[in-house]
């Protein structure tokens, strides 16, 4: 079974606007990770934020994490035609190792 | 860094054939990753190595599905015999020590028809 569940499955916006995806899990986590996937490609790492983290950016990418709520969410400031793909989210069961559980992933649409 | 490498690209084959994909993990990594994804069930972990060890395969759907590593640099996943249900995107992914991150081959679309 799915460890995360992304929220919405699909999202269009214009080129510019920003993209909020959210994720939801179920058991303890050592940290949550995103990944993109372009059409017909493998999955892409985007950013890590730890179980004692709250919130973390890298370029326009801002991730929150809140644990007391098992969610995080994925904001993607002044979108492009680029960003268009899926994006999941993923999480390692606060296990040991790498092992990690995939949500049902977001397909982002960015028209240009 | 060449990345992960998957082969074939495609597979088409017939119900009841073998079918074996291959898998170069980055060089270095430590751990090694087979995951299914469909439209149905999304992303599935198949099966786990550390070191060419398997650590956890309770993600294998079944005895026609086996795994190999028989080396730091080199994975299979082998169906015997295949089956329509088993058509699905197959990926490989590999980690590096203390590396909380998976890198992701291309991956291999596999039609059983």
């Known amino acids: 079974s799915q460890q995360g569940e992304e929220d919405p499955q699909a999202l269009s916006i214009q080129e510019g606007e920003n993209a909020t995806m959210n994720c939801s899990y179920k058991?303890?986590?050592?940290?949550l990770q995103w990944y993109r996937q372009n059409s017909g490609r493998g999955l892409v790492h985007l950013i890590l934020i730890r179980s004692n983290e709250r919130e973390k950016h890298s370029g326009r990418l801002r991730v929150t994490l809140d644990t007391s709520k098992k969610s995080s969410s994925l904001l993607i400031t002044a979108s492009r035609a680029a960003d268009t793909a899926s994006y999941f989210c993923?999480?390692?069961?606060?296990?040991?190792?790498?092992?990690?559980?995939f949500g049902g992933g977001t397909r982002l649409m960015v028209k240009p | 860094d060449a990345g992960v490498i998957q082969s074939p690209r495609h597979e088409v084959t017939e119900m009841g054939q073998e079918v074996t994909l291959r898998c170069k993990p980055i060089?270095?990594?430590?751990?090694l990753f087979w995951y299914r994804q469909t439209m149905m069930r999304g992303l599935e972990l198949l099966i786990y190595f550390n070191n060419n060890v398997p650590i956890d395969d309770s993600g294998m759907p079944e005895d026609r599905f086996s795994a190999k590593m028989p080396n730091a640099s080199f994975s299979t996943l082998k169906i015997q015999p295949s089956e329509p249900r088993d058509s699905a995107v197959y990926f490989c992914?590999?980690?590096?020590?203390?590396?909380?991150?998976?890198?992701f081959g291309s991956g291999t679309q596999l039609s059983v028809l």
């Open positions: 993923a999480t390692d069961g606060g296990n040991a190792g790498n092992m990690l559980t």
């Open positions: 060089s270095g990594h430590n751990s």
């Open positions: 058991t303890s986590i050592n940290n």
């Open positions: 992914a590999s980690s590096g020590h203390f590396d909380e991150k998976l890198f």
